[in-house]
């Protein structure tokens, strides 16, 4: 018996910079999840994914994951995922280095 599939986001890395970045529906890059194209059919997703790659002067390491559909958009379920959605661990610069008082990055 075969797996049922589970809901899925594009995920890879901008090129240039580095920062984690989703592919939403409407084919852009964004920096974060929560406006991430959730997809629940795994034809579309391999689409999406296939899509993706092929985009390589704009990002590398493209793949599909695991995510869940939440009040504000998709969500992570894999705790990688959400480490992902956080930025560098290395030092605060980046989103780390942002405060609550200094709104969302952007």
């Not at 998709?74 to 992902?84: I, V």
């Given at each position: 018996?075969?797996?049922?599939?589970?809901?899925k986001?594009?995920?890879?890395?901008?090129?240039?910079?580095?920062?984690?970045?989703?592919?939403?529906?409407?084919?852009?890059?964004?920096?974060?999840?929560?406006?991430?194209?959730?997809?629940?059919?795994?034809?579309?997703?391999?689409?999406?994914?296939?899509?993706?790659?092929?985009?390589?002067?704009?990002?590398?390491?493209?793949?599909?994951?695991d995510?869940?559909?939440?009040?504000?958009?998709?969500?992570?379920?894999?705790?990688?995922?959400?480490?992902?959605?956080?930025?560098?661990?290395?030092?605060?610069?980046?989103?780390?280095?942002?405060?609550?008082?200094?709104?969302?990055h952007?």
């Amino acid at each position: 018996m075969s797996r049922r599939f589970t809901p899925k986001v594009v995920t890879a890395n901008a090129l240039i910079e580095g920062d984690v970045v989703y592919l939403t529906e409407d084919d852009r890059w964004s920096r974060h999840h929560h406006e991430a194209e959730l997809i629940e059919d795994e034809a579309h997703a391999q689409m999406r994914l296939l899509s993706a790659q092929a985009q390589h002067l704009l990002v590398v390491g493209a793949y599909l994951a695991d995510a869940k559909a939440g009040p504000n958009g998709p969500e992570p379920t894999h705790f990688r995922e959400t480490f992902r959605t956080r930025g560098p661990s290395n030092y605060a610069h980046g989103k780390q280095a942002k405060t609550p008082k200094d709104g969302p990055h952007v």
